[in-house]
C-alpha cells in the first residue's frame, strides 16, 4: 500500500500499524478532535488534518468530546442518545459516557481529501455514529473501505451501504466482535472487535452478507457486537 486514510484516527494506533506493516505507505491521518494532534507531529511519512470528514466542505459541525475518555468523540447527536454508551449493555452502565460542550469543526469531504492527496488503497473510517456522513462525501468509487459497525445502529450501517453500492461497491465484508463467539459463516471473529487489521476471510455481495448480518448477528437492543465493515 503506498496511500491510506485514517479518518478518526486518534492516538494512532491504525497509523502506527500501517507505518509498521507498509514500508513506503503514506498516511493521511484525521481526526476532529484537536488533542490528538501533539500524537502525530513527530511521526514521518504522516499528514494530521484536524478536520470532521463529512458530506460538504467548510461546514462547521458541533463536535463532542467525552469527559473522561476523549478517545471518545463524535459528531452524530443520535449516537449520543442510542448507543452502548448512553443506554447501556451487560458490558457497560447507562450513561457511562458524558459528553462535554460541543466545539465547532471545519468539516472536509472524501472527495477533497482525495484531490488533495490522491487516491487511497485503503480508507478506514471509526468516527462513532458519523460513518454515513463521511461516506457521503464519496462520489467516485476508490479502493477498499473499511468502517466501524455497532448492532444497535444497524440502520446507519444499512444507509452507508446503499450509498456505497451507488457509487460502484458490490463486494462486502465484516468483522467484529460477537457475543455468541466465532460460530457465524460469512462474519470473521475478532475477539477485539474493531482492530483494524482483521480482514474478512471472505468478501460477499450485500444480498448474502445482509441475510446473516441483519437477522443473526445484529441484535438492537443488546448492543454488544461490533466490529468493522469492508467493502470493496
Known amino acids: ?98 459528553w462535554g460542550a460541543p466545539i465547532k469543526i471545519e468539516t472536509i469531504s472524501l472527495d477533497t481529501l482525495i484531490k488533495n492527496h490522491g487516491s487511497p488503497d485503503l480508507i478506514k473510517i471509526d468516527v462513532e455514529g458519523y460513518e454515513y456522513e463521511a461516506l457521503s462525501g464519496l462520489k467516485e468509487k476508490q479502493k477498499q473501505i473499511c468502517f466501524e459497525w455497532h448492532e444497535e445502529s444497524v440502520e446507519e450501517l444499512i444507509k452507508c451501504v446503499e450509498h456505497l453500492q451507488g457509487v460502484g461497491y458490490a463486494m462486502f465484508g465484516v468483522s467484529g466482535y460477537f457475543d455468541e463467539g466465532d460460530v457465524f459463516d460469512k462474519a470473521t ?37 461490533y466490529g468493522m465493515f469492508f467493502v470493496r
Not at 472487535?193 to 441483519?214: C, H, I, Q, R, V
Open 1 to 98: 500500500m503506498k496511500l491510506i486514510f485514517d479518518i478518526g484516527c486518534n492516538r494512532g494506533e491504525f497509523t502506527d500499524k500501517c507505518l509498521q506493516k507498509h514500508k513506503d505507505v503514506r498516511v493521511v491521518a484525521i481526526d476532529a478532535n484537536p488533542n490528538f494532534r501533539a500524537f502525530y507531529k513527530d511521526k514521518e511519512r504522516v499528514t494530521f488534518l484536524n478536520n470532521l470528514v463529512g458530506q460538504d466542505d467548510e461546514d462547521y459541525v458541533d463536535f463532542y468530546i467525552e469527559h473522561a475518555q476523549d478517545g471518545i468523540s463524535t459528531a452524530s447527536k443520535k449516537f449520543m442518545e442510542n448507543s452502548r454508551f448512553t443506554m447501556g449493555s451487560k458490558n457497560l452502565r447507562p450513561n457511562s459516557a458524558t
Open 189 to 225: 471473529y475478532d475477539e477485539r472487535g474493531d482492530a483494524y487489521m482483521t480482514f474478512p476471510k471472505n468478501y460477499y455481495s450485500w444480498e448474502e452478507l445482509s441475510k446473516e448480518l441483519l437477522t443473526s448477528v445484529c441484535q438492537a437492543d443488546r448492543r454488544v457486537n
